[in-house]
């Protein structure tokens, strides 16, 4: 079993930046990939970002490139999201996930993933 505990949403001005945590317990956190989510109002969740155990990889949506960046510190069984430059258009839940079978998985298909966390609200204001 994989406990997750989002951490770090709020609200926001447009322009501004948060960091969120994924804090992670139970099994061994360095063999498994680690992913981010969300899910606005109205919208299916989406994928936004992964990275492999090791952080040699990521993988980023479009729509976030060169403005978050995904992060893990295996040391501390946490995953980060630091999210910059947001917009209105980035307000949602977000998720951290956990793929426990594959340690080298660097990917946005949601199947793939077997834990998920409660998720966190960012609101981001214009």
């Known amino acids: 079993q994989v406990q997750l505990v989002e951490s770090g949403g709020g609200l926001v001005q447009a322009g501004g930046s948060l960091r969120l945590s994924c804090a992670a317990s139970?099994?061994?956190?360095?063999?498994?990939?680690m992913g981010w989510f969300r899910q606005a109002p109205g919208k299916e969740r989406e994928f936004v970002a992964a990275?492999?155990?090791?952080?040699?990889?990521?993988s980023y949506a479009d729509s976030v490139k060169g403005r978050f960046t995904i992060s893990r510190e295996n040391a501390g069984n946490t995953m980060f999201l630091q999210m910059n430059n947001l917009t209105p258009e980035d307000t949602a839940v977000y998720y951290c996930?956990?793929?426990?079978?594959?340690?080298?998985?660097?990917?946005?298909?949601?199947?793939?993933?077997?834990?998920w966390g409660q998720g966190t609200q960012v609101t981001v204001s214009s």
């Open positions: 996930a956990a793929d426990t079978r594959d340690i080298w998985s660097v990917t946005a298909a949601m199947g793939r993933y077997d834990y």
């Open positions: 139970g099994r061994t956190f360095i063999r498994y990939a």
């Open positions: 990275v492999r155990w090791n952080g040699g990889r990521t």
